[in-house]
């Protein structure tokens, strides 16, 4: 009897002992996925590396600025996150071991600088391959793009990258890109994910790009992943900001050539922003005086001149914590003209000539990003380019004949272009921290106009039109 008492006794006291030690049903494994975006603006960091702590096992941002991250829960009863990207303080994170859950890094920009160090080593042989697939592949912040010299005061991003390994100038003060013996028209080059056809102003001084705007460069020399589709020389992938979503910004700047201004700000704060770059030079504007003074000697008037312009403008709306609307849009153009006049025009007797020569790029895209679960993302990408060039020439001559005025007018021009509609579907799945899946599919459907003229000819009221293309 009182052995039986004992055990009753026992069991009583190490019952709650043990169902007091039970651990809850914790999967083994949890996914923390979200994004990481700068504190001050709002903007996405692309890259951004997410490791778990103790362990080397982590993850990057992708394009656009989310990252997924799969533990397994044995032996920790924490988790904790460090999100690291150059020029920004590190940030730590951590949360119990519980259940798959969302967090959103916001960095801090670095505020102190790191003192000289020396790292001494030695080479070792490595026997387990390659570590990584994308070879080739360089990233360039836009800070050190524009703490670079510049040519008359112009940040020019592709001039830039010619100082990188393997990429070469065709001549000099050239902006195009000769990567590994390529031509230039062999690189494909994009601007929030739409073709760019000629990334060149001036006869190929300048580039297209207006560095405000933008958030990233990336240049793929080699191992092109299939979503680009294929391109024989390089890849340019560069992405536009998205606008500060906290307060209301502007910078702009005078060079010897051309003024440019940006303003990005918050619509809503927190939900949706917008940015607006322009950029134009102003040469011809300086000129104009003294070209309009040395026609004039020669008893004519009128007016001689070039300028290009850019264009870039973005919005973007967080529709909710899962899902994002991006609309950007580019329009930049050269033109180059001549107009002649006689000096003493009467109403009865005057000559005109009208010349122009122009060309440009016009380009726009509907981005929809949609988180679908914890490991799996959507990007739905719609996007429209245009590549035109333009010759014009127009004269009139009015006189008199037998008494009375009789005009003769005589246009021809000649235009070709080039236009795409694009739509892409794009999967990024992570399944562990040692799997990175992309996956989709896009269509494309391309117009081409390689020429087309046309001549209009009107003399004492009759007229004839004539046109051809290929």
């Known amino acids: 009897m009182n052995q039986l008492l004992r055990c009753c006794v026992l069991g009583l006291l190490v019952s709650p002992a043990v169902a007091w030690g039970q651990t809850p049903n914790i999967p083994a494994r949890i996914t923390i996925s979200g994004y990481v975006r700068d504190r001050a603006t709002g903007e996405n960091l692309i890259g951004v590396a997410v490791v778990l702590a103790g362990t080397g096992q982590g993850t990057a941002t992708n394009t ?37 859950t969302k967090h959103d890094f ?97 006869f190929g001084f300048f580039s297209v790009f207006n560095a405000d705007a933008l958030n990233n460069v990336e240049l793929i020399k080699g191992g092109f992943p299939a979503r680009y589709g294929g391109r024989l020389s390089s890849v340019l992938d560069i992405s536009m900001k998205e606008g500060n979503a906290q307060e209301l910004h502007g910078e702009g700047a005078i060079s010897l050539i051309a003024s440019r201004l940006t303003l ?21 504007v300086l000129a104009r005086p003294f070209i309009r003074s040395q026609l004039a000697k020669e008893g004519k008037a009128g007016s001689l001149g070039y300028y290009f312009y850019d264009l870039n403008a973005k919005l973007n709306w967080k529709v909710s914590s899962r899902d994002r609307l991006y609309l950007s849009a580019y329009r930049g153009y050269d033109n180059f003209y001549y107009n002649e006049r006689n000096a003493q025009e009467r109403p009865d007797d005057y000559n005109r000539s009208d010349n122009g020569l122009g060309w440009g790029n016009l380009t726009g895209a509907l981005r929809w990003n949609h988180v679908v679960n914890d490991k799996l993302f959507l990007n739905t990408h719609l996007t429209y380019s245009q590549y035109q060039f333009d010759v014009g020439q127009a004269q009139e001559r009015r ?37 990175y899946v992309r996956f989709g599919g896009q269509f494309i459907r391309h117009t081409f106009r390689p020429g087309i003229s046309s001549q209009q000819d009107n003399m004492a009221g009759v007229t004839s039109e004539a046109a051809s293309g290929t």
């Open 64 to 100: 656009y600025g989310f990252y997924s991250l799969t533990v397994p829960t044995a032996g920790l009863d924490s988790v904790r996150l460090v999100a690291n990207y150059l020029g920004y303080a590190r940030q730590r994170w951590a949360a119990p071991v519980t259940s798959s």
């Open 106 to 202: 916001l960095l801090p920009a670095a505020t102190n600088e790191l003192a000289s160090v020396e790292v001494v080593g030695d080479r070792q042989a490595d026997d387990h391959g390659p570590r990584s697939t994308r070879m080739g592949t360089i990233n360039v912040p836009i800070a050190q793009i524009k703490s670079l010299p510049k040519l008359m005061g112009e940040t020019d991003v592709l001039k830039v990258l010619q100082l990188l390994p393997g990429v070469q100038s065709g001549g000099e003060g050239t902006s195009g890109l000769y990567v590994r013996g390529g031509s230039p028209d062999q690189n494909l080059i994009l601007l929030d994910g739409t073709p760019v056809y000629n990334a060149s102003h001036l």
């Open 264 to 284: 990005e700000g918050p619509i809503k704060k927190d939900v949706a922003s917008f940015i607006v770059s322009a950029r134009r030079t102003y040469l011809d």
């Open 399 to 435: 006189f008199l004949q037998n008494g009375e005025p009789v005009a003769s007018t005589n246009a021809l021009s000649y235009r070709s272009d080039i236009r795409d509609w694009t739509l892409k579907m794009d999967f990024d799945y992570v399944p562990s921290p040692q799997h």
